[in-house]
């Protein structure tokens, strides 16, 4: 069965600072994946997606992520963290007709 | 384009009271989702459909738990007799084709006491 990883629950990052989130993921044939984030009281947003093609996608407020076949990881980055990131992200697996399985998701806390 | 809308945003209820909430999808959208986001968790799919039709709902407790999909477009999920286990934000989401990107409403929170 499909299944993700987030093995950081939080993390903590100085403004201005970069920022890498990790995720991991268990699906057998190619996966589409994808990332979301949520503030406090919202629903999910999404931040990005890979289908297919170039390994490194490009996201909504300068995040970017790259997709390692190899090492089952779709990994999201910053290189400079504003305050307002501060939020709880998601990584997802669609599998099957195109069912979402999610991590359980890491708090990023952002210092000033 | 208007987004996914749910309603009612925070619910409180007693334990072995009923409970139905309500989600109109973006317009055009063919595919309907329910998950359920406990604290501390990400969210789990409770039912799919598409279209009038259920695709998934192999995760949704039966028992207690119905959705309905009235002429392809809103969606009410229900839970009745509600736990304290249940008390969860209630998320509705849908899709224009599959597979696609979701596209998420505000969701519901829920708590039974």
């Known amino acids: 069965a499909q299944s993700v990883t987030q093995p950081d629950i939080h993390i903590t990052v100085s403004e201005g600072a970069s920022l890498e989130l990790r995720c991991n993921y268990s699906y057998g044939a190619t996966p589409y994946l994808f990332w979301y984030v949520q503030s406090p009281g919202q629903g999910l947003q999404l931040l990005l997606k890979y289908f297919s093609g170039d390994t490194l996608v490009q996201g909504i407020k300068g995040f970017e992520a790259e997709f390692k076949r190899s090492q089952s990881s779709f990994n999201l980055r910053k290189p400079s963290v504003h305050w307002s990131d501060a939020a709880e992200y998601f990584c997802?697996?669609?599998?099957?007709?195109?069912?979402?399985?999610f991590g359980k998701g890491t708090m990023l806390l952002v210092s000033p | 384009e208007a987004g996914v809308a749910q309603s009612p945003r925070y619910k409180i209820i007693e334990k072995r009271q009923s409970v139905a909430f309500w989600c109109n999808p973006i317009s055009g959208h063919a595919t309907l989702y329910w998950y359920q986001q406990i604290l501390g968790q990400g969210p789990k799919l409770l039912i799919q459909?598409?279209?009038?039709?259920?695709?998934?709902d192999s995760q949704l407790p039966k028992d207690r738990f119905s959705a309905e999909r009235l002429k392809g477009v809103d969606s009410t999920l229900k839970i009745q007799p509600a736990k304290l286990e249940d008390s969860a934000v209630y998320l509705c989401?849908?899709?224009?084709?599959?597979?696609?990107?979701?596209?998420f409403g505000p969701g519901t929170r829920l708590t039974v006491t």
């Open positions: 459909f598409q279209n009038n039709g259920v695709v998934d």
């Open positions: 997802a697996v669609v599998s099957g007709y195109s069912t979402l399985t």
């Open positions: 989401a849908s899709s224009p084709e599959v597979p696609s990107e979701q596209y």
